[in-house]
Nanobody, 118 residues
Framework: VQLQASGGGLVQAGGSLRLSCAAS????????MGWYRQAPGKQRELVAS???????NYADSVKGRFTISRDGAKNTVYLQMDSLKPEDTAVYFC?????????????WGQGTLVTVSS
C-alpha cells in the first residue's frame, strides 16, 4: 500500500492544522492507523493511533488537543491538531498496518512538516 500525506505547514501558536494520509492499493484491510512525529534531534514518537477496534490512543502531550479519525470509504486517516504549541513542531508521519493477501505489513508516509511559531 502507498501512503500520501499532506496538510503540514506553518501556523502560529494556538492555531490549527489538519493532516491527511491517503492509502492506495488493492485488496487490503486496516489493522491499525497512526500518526508519529519526529522533532529535530529527537526520536520518532507516537502521536495518535486508531486500531481497527475503533479505540483511539494519544500521547499525553497531545490529549485534548489532537483528534485522529478516518474515512473508510476514502482509505484516509486524519489528524486534527488544535491549540498547537511550538513544541508540536516536527515532521509528522502516518503509518498503517494492513492485512492483505501477502500477509500483514506496515507502511509509512513520506512525512509532512509542521512548524508552530511562538
Amino acid at each position: 500500500v502507498q501512503l500520501q500525506a499532506s496538510g503540514g505547514g506553518l501556523v502560529q501558536a494556538g492555531g490549527s492544522l489538519r493532516l491527511s494520509c491517503a492509502a492506495s492499493g488493492s485488496m487490503f484491510s486496516f489493522i491499525d492507523m497512526g500518526w508519529y512525529r519526529q522533532a529535530p534531534g529527537k526520536q520518532r514518537e507516537l502521536v495518535a493511533s486508531m486500531p481497527d477496534t475503533g479505540n483511539t490512543n494519544y500521547a499525553d502531550s497531545v490529549k485534548g488537543r489532537f483528534t485522529i479519525s478516518r474515512d473508510g470509504a476514502k482509505n484516509t486517516v486524519y489528524l486534527q491538531m488544535d491549540s498547537l504549541k511550538p513544541e508540536d513542531t516536527a515532521v509528522y508521519f502516518c503509518n498503517v498496518i494492513i492485512r492483505s493477501r501477502y500477509g500483514i505489513s506496515s507502511s509509512w508516509g513520506q512525512g509532512t512538516l509542521v512548524t508552530v511559531s511562538s
